[in-house]
């Protein structure tokens, strides 16, 4: 998104602050509906974050409050903007912030400016870790339909003597004639493989059971 957008865009965004009521988080709510963002708080921390929130402001102390990690989780691709609101600059809080990946950071006391600038920039750097991250994403997609291709044509290979190139023609056909992607008739050809080895493994057991209790008597009925 461009920053011209992103200026452009916030007084669009529905602000949550996660801090406890006092006068701090009273004059936050206060810049933020200002700036002219729909802005609301919630404390204790909630269970889940509302539907629709696009920034949260959330305090960061030098002990991190229960269900505070569960709520924002590892992943952040579809988190919420994150800005701390921290008191101190001391270790605790700073390693604080960074475990929580949080992407500005305001202090207090608040000054009479500088909310509307944190989430501006908080915004940007949002916006690009989240492009980021969805090319990790398909990057890692593409890698294991790749590896998926890969293990079906072997497969084919084996079953039918055919070459390389011969096998991935197979699959390109059927997914052409299937409408559907090259990777998921390689899923199938794979789920098809492993269902027939078991079969053919447990056929091998049996049959080798059988044999051991033929050579051994055991089969006989005793009279």
Known sequence: MATSNIIRDVRALRVLVLHPQDTHAEE????????????????????????????????????????????FGAE????????????????????????????????????PYGVLSSIVMARRIWQEFRAVDRQIAQ?????????KV???????????????????????????AKRTTTAEIAQAIINADGILGNISTKKIIYESNENINKATGYDEVDS
């Not at 919630?42 to 960061?60: A, T």
């Not at 988190?79 to 305001?106: C, F, H, M, W």
């Not at 072997?154 to 023609?169: C, D, G, P, S």
């Open 28 to 71: 936050l709510l206060q810049q933020i509906r200002r700036i002219g963002c729909r802005a609301e708080a919630s404390w204790p921390l909630p269970g889940r974050l509302p539907v629709g929130v696009d920034v949260v402001f959330v305090e960061v102390k030098e002990t991190t409050p229960k269900g505070l990690d569960s709520l």
């Open 139 to 147: 990057l890692k997609d593409k890698v294991q339909n790749i590896q």
């Open 150 to 176: 890969s293990q079906a044509k072997f497969i084919l290979m084996r079953l039918h003597q055919i070459t390389e190139e011969e096998a991935y023609k197979v699959i390109r056909s059927q997914a052409m």
């Open 76 to 111: 952040t691709l579809d988190r919420p903007t994150l800005i701390g609101v921290a008191g101190y600059e001391n270790p605790s809080v700073l390693q604080n912030l960074l475990d929580l990946k949080v992407d500005a950071v305001v202090t207090k006391p608040l000054r």
